[in-house]
């Protein structure tokens, strides 16, 4: 652990900088070397790594502007000079969206889309010269590694807010959610309706959505049970994002937001076949009860104190 100055205009004071923090920076310093980012000619297209980026997640992926930005996470001016960058090479088109005039859609040219094939294969010819010097069994553990990293910066960068239980994210988030349950378990719930969805809602209740690069990869919700009691429901985790702490936190949030409209403490339930999450609730201090409600589905109960 060190300290290091960390200037403020007129007065200097110090930041603690721990091993965990140094060691990410470390390798910050490291892989942005290896991998171009530093260069003003990004793989010799000619273009810094910034807008090439732009340029791969416009061919990947083509879409709104506003889909775009969010998917990046960029502010709207600079992704809009970027853009325009992209738009005097004749690389992209924006134009507006058929179905709503008020919307801007992003496309590759012809030229744009021969550059993609370029990048493209630039990219993964700079990624294996990174790892031809590594025997089989170290690719192994680095490919694991990067796996296991990418997914907890991920993971660290998701946003929770309070979502509409019935707006587009968060029907497509609960759909998912039901989905599984009937792919595992036979269930046959096909969605929230509306007493489902008023139960959802203020001052009684609240229903969250865990948003990585503007898609929802979690949901949850909190609604009334009686005074000073709520109940956490339709609680999701997408598949591939499960192992990296993301159900944790989200039932942190429920139970924070839970705490602000007045419940002294929460009830959920859930089937005895999700052992993870039954795991998960009792890591987090939750204490088998009672059966409290009639969901045929439910085998376990838990309640735990807010105070």
Not at 27 to 55: I, K
Not at 147 to 159: C, E, F, K, W
Not at 266 to 278: H, K, Q, Y
Request: with cysteine; glycine share 10%; aromatic share 6%.
């Amino acid at each position: 652990m060190r300290r290091l100055p960390e200037t403020c205009l007129t007065k200097v004071r110090y930041v603690v900088i721990d091993e965990q923090t140094e060691t990410v920076r470390r390798f910050n310093r490291s892989y942005t070397q290896q991998v171009g980012a530093l260069e003003d000619s990004f793989l010799g297209l000619g273009l810094p790594l910034s807008t090439m980026r732009l340029l791969f997640e416009i061919g990947s992926e083509p879409g709104t502007v506003q889909a775009l930005r969010a998917r990046m996470g960029l502010d709207s001016g600079y992704l809009s000079r970027l853009l325009r960058r992209l738009e005097s090479e004749a690389l992209i088109e924006v134009v507006p969206d058929p179905g709503d005039r008020r919307r801007r859609l992003t496309r590759l040219t012809g030229k744009g889309r021969r550059w993609w094939v370029v990048l493209e294969t630039r990219s993964q010819l700079r990624a294996q010269a990174l790892i031809d010097p590594l025997s089989e069994r170290q690719r192994v553990r680095l490919v694991a590694a990067l796996a296991q990293a990418d997914l907890l910066v991920r993971a660290a960068t998701v946003i929770i807010e309070d979502a509409d239980p019935v707006s587009a994210p968060a029907r497509k988030a609960v759909g998912r959610y039901f989905a599984e349950l009937s792919q595992r378990f036979g269930f046959n719930d096909t969605g929230l309706d509306s007493r489902d969805a008023r139960a959802l809602r203020p001052p009684g209740g609240v229903f969250a959505l865990a948003l990585s690069d503007g898609e929802a990869v979690a949901c949850g919700g909190v609604q009334g049970l009686g005074p000073g009691l709520g109940e956490i429901k339709r609680m999701w985790v997408d598949e591939t994002w499960r192992g990296a702490g993301l159900g944790s936190r989200l039932l942190r949030c429920l139970e924070d937001r839970a705490a602000h409209l007045g419940y002294l403490s929460v009830r959920l339930d859930t089937n005895g076949a999700l052992s993870e999450a039954i795991a998960m609730y009792e890591r987090a201090g939750y204490d088998k009860i009672s059966r409290y409600n009639d969901n045929p589905e439910a085998t376990h109960f838990f309640e735990k104190s807010l105070s």
